[in-house]
């Protein structure tokens, strides 16, 4: 078991989410709004790729499946940046099987440039944290990251793909990334469910998917059913 930079983000807000996630995922309840937005998030993200002309996308499937194949997105990937190719989109590398897909890599005199894409009209901390999460993983294979990038969405009369400079911010966080991602990896694999209690954590920054479940508020044959569906 290894840490996506999605594993990151959510054990950050909760390490008990992170558990959950791994140990009983069926008892997740993702709200349809919350489906709605990661939906045009996807859209705006794959629109995004064209922002710099002719691109190249590092996107295989398992198949038959929509799950990304890692290690042949990783091979695709090695290649592609061997080739000299000028932008590299979804671009996957790993470390120790921690992985991340990077939305937009530009290839520049210096290196390279990393572009992570939102479907929003302003910089929130939580996506300097996700790229801090993509610049660890990029940096711990020895890639040499020039400048770092958040797209926006523009604001009205602003071009549709607005990139926002963080280098800085990013940069700074590389340290907190390798104090947390060791602790998280092997968190993740504990047996017993981690005794967490409820609290600000459950809404902040995003409302957590098992609120129902740590909440009580699932009715009790639903959660019945979900833990021994989980058991499966
Ligand atoms: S509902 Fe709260 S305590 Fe339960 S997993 Fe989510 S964030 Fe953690």
């Known amino acids: 078991m290894a840490i996506t930079k999605t594993d990151f983000m959510r054990g950050m807000q909760c390490e008990k989410m992170l558990w959950l996630d791994r140990h009983k995922p069926s008892l997740k309840v993702i ?39 890692k290690k042949a997105m990783v091979e695709k990937t090695k290649e ?10 979804e671009a996957a590398f790993m470390d120790y099987n921690n992985y991340c897909a990077l939305d937009i890599l530009r290839k520049t005199a210096k290196g390279y440039d990393m572009y992570e894409v939102k479907n929003t009209d302003e910089v929130h901390e939580q ?29 009205e009369g602003e071009e549709l793909f607005h990139p926002v400079e963080v280098t800085e911010e990013v940069k700074k966080l590389y340290s907190w990334i390798n104090e947390n991602i060791w602790r998280l990896n092997s968190h993740q694999k504990e047996k017993e469910e981690p005794d967490i209690p409820v609290g600000e954590q459950c809404t902040h920054p995003y409302e957590c998917w098992y609120y129902g479940y740590c909440h009580k508020t699932m009715p009790e044959k639903e959660k019945e059913s979900e833990e021994q569906l989980s058991l499966l």
């Open 80 to 89: 592609h940046l061997g080739l000299g190719t000028p932008v590299i989109c």
């Open 127 to 155: 996506f300097i944290k996700d790229a801090a999460f993509q610049y660890y993983i990029i940096r711990r294979n020895k890639l040499n990251i020039d400048k770092i990038y958040i797209v926006l969405h523009g604001k």
């Open 31 to 69: 709200p349809e709004e919350v489906q709605e937005r990661l939906d045009a998030g996807n859209e705006f993200g794959d629109a995004a790729m064209g922002m710099f002309g002719p691109y190249e996308e590092m996107t295989i499937y398992r198949p038959g499946t929509h799950i990304p194949d």
